[in-house]
């Protein structure tokens, strides 16, 4: 990846940064040209940085996803395998409910982004973090056989999704992944 400019830096900067407040505040169709407006840049310059929607939501999530992959990999060496898992999960449901946007940019499938290549993917990121926990917690028999990581993403993003505007998001998509929880990991007597 050739070096960049200092102008172009500082432009990339500070467009990440509004688009955060901006998606914060109106959540994953913030408006890309009020973007660009509000960081004193054309949309050329938005998009010579952020080709698409996907790829601006993604560079505004990637230290957060970054954070939960990190914590996956600590919790993969726990001897209980179903509670590091529902840790983790409990970690993601709690931040795509309460951080705005965070469940749609999981949501983006990386297939229907035409041309535009990507050199990072949340989900595809989570995948790859959860897939050890997801693993272990098969294999000591916590988890219904079949159930994938990629099941249990797109169990947690909907939850996410279908709380984030509730007064206490993250206690209600808690209780929902516990009920669901209970259909896919049930305790064992």
């Known amino acids: 990846m050739p070096v960049q400019r200092a102008d172009a830096r500082r432009n990339y900067g500070l467009l990440l940064a509004v688009a955060k407040e901006e998606i914060a505040a109106h959540g994953p169709e913030a408006s890309l040209e009020q973007i660009a407006r509000t960081a004193g840049v054309g949309s050329a310059t938005l998009r010579r940085h952020f080709p698409s929607r996907r790829a601006l939501l993604e560079a505004v999530f990637r230290e ?4 939960l992959c990190a914590h996956a990999r600590e919790l993969t060496g726990r001897p209980d395998t179903r509670a590091a898992l529902l840790e983790w999960l409990s970690a993601i449901v709690a931040d795509a409910a309460t951080i705005r946007g965070l469940a749609t940019a999981l949501t983006l499938d990386p297939t229907l982004d035409g041309d535009v290549a990507h050199e990072y993917c949340c989900s595809a990121q989570l995948t790859e973090a959860g897939e050890p926990l997801v693993r272990r917690a ?11 990581v990629a099941d249990l993403l797109t169990l947690i993003t909907g939850i996410a999704l279908a709380t984030e505007h509730r007064p206490d998001a993250a206690a209600e998509a808690d209780r929902l992944l516990g009920l669901a929880v209970a259909g896919v990991s049930p305790l064992r007597g």
């Open 138 to 148: 098969a294999d000591d028999g916590a988890l219904a056989p079949g159930v994938t």
């Open 64 to 67: 957060r996803v970054e954070t």
